[in-house]
């Protein structure tokens, strides 16, 4: 069992892995905090999660750009599949499922991919239905993979145009599902005006709306 | 449509332009190929797949909103990821606008190594646009070459996620990518060159993946910039003079590169979003035409009102610009924009717009 000093300093060896997007060594640290006794949860929270937040600021500074965003989301996904064996069910649980797409007729999707990233990065259990998704599929797959919240992303006003519809086909069926929305386009007003649950102007605010809504 | 007190046909209102004189009123131009399609009750595809429709269509446009085809923007030659072997798809049902890419020609790294040229006189959507530009050329238009930068569309070949990592891990196959780009889009303007006379052709470029929103400036200088230098040589030695540049998106940061020393040939037009101010453009590119940039969302959401109100203050910033100033969306003009939001800009035109004579 590592001492919280070593503890402390392969965490933060970690954050500094995924802000560095070394994949190689982040993975190397993950496996070393399964050697060393160190809880996992804290490595994913502390480490991964905590070099994930530090990212986001980067980029919000403009040091980071897309790119680098890309290879540290990799960096971080390393350590996770190391660690991920290892979590307890309720670690894994602690958080919401959310269900995530770019609307029909919308190819646009590094903003959705980013917003994946945060989710993932912050410990929630995330479907990725991709890019130009067709109304019936949110329906079908919300109903499949029961999750919490749909995250809706357009980056054209062409594309948005979709959002009404397949936020009221969500509710038909299931009106206690949430719809978080997003992408260049939007903005709270239209939010509300096409039904949405939440609105979110970047993948950082959108992890806190998600959490908002489910309380 | 002609307005009030027309002084000028449309082609001596641009040429004037690039004469650094005067027109009788600010120009419009738009990117509209999809939405003129949906002006004239056509599908969107006919953008792609029929040069004669979507030709009319453009042309009826045209003049019910009097606008300057400076030049008349069609769809792209050069369609990156069809012509290098991919799997494209013509847009379909309610919400597709544009081609759908349903897989890359460049999935991995080995791909790269095995890339093919791909032929510039048959491949992807050429023969079409070449239909068009007979259409044009016929019509006493420009003949339009149209693309994205090198950059855009080597990332188009493999996608931009993929692209933007190898920036980083893999940057020699970037480069190459972007040799491909590149050199197959000067193999198909030799074709254009050859079939229509380079006197007649204007090239129109957009660079939407160089964009701010996705690359950092430095990137920008270390990538694409330097393919911006060789573009513009190799359309000087082809003779070829006019040039449109739609410098897609947030692109506030790249700015200050490009100002150093643009390579291009000048007047060129340059076309900006809303993200980026006209006075800016105009202080940072005082040889160029500036055009611009009504933000697109809101000729498509807004009211006519609001959208006449807007043209109008984007009127006032560019009317005085001494390059030259073309109005115009700040990117193509949505397919989905009610028509009266899009007579609203010419409306604002016909109030505002003039020069004295
Ligand atoms: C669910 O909750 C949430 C919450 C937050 C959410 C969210 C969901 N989703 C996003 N967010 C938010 O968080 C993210 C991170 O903080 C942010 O995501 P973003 O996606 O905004 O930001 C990304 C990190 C970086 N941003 C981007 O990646 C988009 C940048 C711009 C320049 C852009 C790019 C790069 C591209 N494009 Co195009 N492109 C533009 C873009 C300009 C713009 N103003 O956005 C835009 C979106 N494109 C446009 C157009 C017209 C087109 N594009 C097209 C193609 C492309 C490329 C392929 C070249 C490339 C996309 C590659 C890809 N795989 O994504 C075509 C459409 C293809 C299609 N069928 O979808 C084509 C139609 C061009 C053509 N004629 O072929 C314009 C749309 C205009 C309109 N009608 O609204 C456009 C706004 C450019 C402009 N200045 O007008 C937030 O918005």
């Known amino acids: 069992m590592a001492s919280e000093e070593k503890t402390r300093e392969i965490l933060k060896a970690i954050q500094d892995a995924v802000v560095g997007y070394d994949e190689e060594t982040c993975e190397r640290l993950c496996s070393s905090v399964l050697e060393e006794g160190i809880d996992p949860h804290r490595a994913v929270v502390e480490g991964l999660t905590g070099g994930m937040e530090r990212v986001g600021e980067l980029y919000n500074s403009q040091e980071y750009f897309v790119p680098e965003l890309l290879l ?4 971080l996904n390393a350590g996770l599949n190391v660690l991920k064996p290892h979590l307890k069910i309720e670690d894994a649980a602690r958080k919401g499922k959310l269900l995530i797409g770019v609307v029909e007729g919308d190819i646009h999707d590094i903003g959705k991919n980013l917003v994946r990233i945060m989710f993932e990065a912050a410990g929630w259990d995330v479907y990725d239905l991709g890019n ?18 749909v995250a809706l992303s357009a980056l054209m006003t062409t594309s948005m145009l979709a959002m009404p519809k397949i936020i009221g086909a969500l509710k038909a069926q299931n009106p206690g599902v949430k719809v978080l929305v997003g992408g260049a386009p939007l903005s709270q007003e239209i939010a509300q005006r096409y039904g949405a649950d939440a609105y979110a102007p970047d993948a950082v605010a959108a992890v806190k709306r998600a959490a908002d809504l489910i309380g | 449509m002609k307005l009030k007190q027309d002084r000028m046909s449309s082609a001596e209102r641009i040429d004037s332009l690039f004469n650094y004189r005067r027109p009788d009123h600010v120009p419009i131009t738009m990117i509209a190929p999809t939405f003129s399609c949906r002006n004239a009750g056509l599908p969107v595809r006919v953008a792609y797949s029929d040069p004669q429709l979507n030709f009319y269509a453009m042309q009826w446009a045209a003049e019910q909103y009097a606008w300057d085809q400076a ?88 996608g931009l996620q993929q ?48 964009s701010n929103q996705v690359i950092s ?24 003079k006019r040039f449109y540049f739609h410098v897609c998106g947030e692109q506030n940061l790249n700015l200050p590169s490009l100002a150093d020393a643009p390579p291009w040939e000048h007047p060129a037009i340059l076309s900006f ?15 160029d035409i500036i055009c611009g940039n009504i933000e697109p969302a809101i000729i498509q959401t807004g009211s006519p009102q609001q959208v006449y109100e807007l043209a109008r203050t984007t009127l006032e910033k560019g009317k005085g610009i001494p390059g030259g100033f073309i109005l115009s969306a700040g990117c193509e003009l949505p397919v989905a924009s009610p028509a009266a939001n899009v007579f609203a800009i010419t409306k604002a035109v016909d109030d505002f717009g003039w020069y004295a004579e």
């Not at chain 1, 540290?72 to 960096?75: E, L, P, R, S």
């Not at chain 2, 430095?218 to 910039?225: G, P, R, S, V």
């Open chain 2, 217 to 240: 400036p430095k990137q920008f200088e270390k990538f694409a910039l330097p393919y911006h230098l060789l573009y513009h040589e190799r359309l000087k030695a082809l003779g070829i």
């Open chain 1, 72 to 75: 540290c989301a990799d960096a």
């Open chain 2, 71 to 158: 030049p008349q923007i069609v769809r792209h030659t050069v369609v990156e990821a069809m012509d290098f072997g991919g799997d494209v798809r013509l847009p379909e049902g309610e919400y597709e606008g544009a081609l759908m890419v349903k897989s890359y020609p460049v999935k991995s790294e080995s791909d790269v190594e095995g890339l093919k040229m791909p032929e510039p006189d048959k491949t992807g959507m050429i023969g079409i646009a070449a239909e068009l530009g007979r259409l044009q050329e016929a019509h006493g238009l420009p003949v339009t070459f149209v693309s994205r930068s090198p950059f855009t569309i080597a990332s188009n070949v493999c």
């Open chain 2, 273 to 287: 979003g809303h993200e980026v101010d006209l006075e800016t453009a105009a202080q940072r590119f005082p040889k």
């Open chain 2, 163 to 210: 692209f933007c990592k190898w920036l980083i891990k893999k940057p020699e196959l970037c480069e190459r990518l972007m040799k491909a780009a590149f050199d197959h889009t000067f193999n198909v303007l030799r074709y254009w060159a050859d079939t229509f006379g380079a006197e007649k052709i204007f090239v129109f470029m957009s660079s939407p993946s160089e």
């Open chain 1, 132 to 149: 130009n998704v067709k109304i019936e599929r949110f329906v079908e797959e919300q109903k499949k993979a029961n999750t919490d919240i």
